[in-house]
């Protein structure tokens, strides 16, 4: 049974999209007559054993998953992952005890 704090997995990547400032485009830069995309730097993530958060966002805990972010929006939705994540607000945080504890990290 679905209940209203239940949302799509789209729906959540979205908001996630929207608060983290994801998906926005691409920089174009003009050198020397060309055009040239560059990719918006890689979030430098902190090692699992070194995190001091209580939990983490979606994108985070899909790096240390080594899967793709909605991969784990889908396992929010369909509550049939692994590990199930708390929701705040609308949007996802994933315990980082629950994530060690899967990950076997101590």
């Known amino acids: 049974m679905q209940t209203a ?7 959540l990547a979205h908001w996630e999209k929207r608060q983290g400032g994801q998906g926005t485009p691409t920089p174009l830069h003009i050198e020397s007559g060309t055009v040239s995309a560059t990719a918006p730097p890689s979030p430098a993530f902190v090692s699992l054993d070194r995190e001091t958060r209580a939990a983490v966002d979606t994108s985070t805990a899909a790096y240390h998953l080594n899967r793709k972010p909605q991969t784990l929006r889908g396992w929010a939705c369909h509550e049939d992952g692994p ?17 060690r504890a899967l990950l076997g990290v101590s």
């Open 83 to 99: 590990i199930r994540p708390m929701r705040l607000h609308g949007r996802l945080a994933w315990r980082t005890a629950d994530l």
């Open 5 to 11: 704090t239940h949302r799509s997995a789209a729906t």
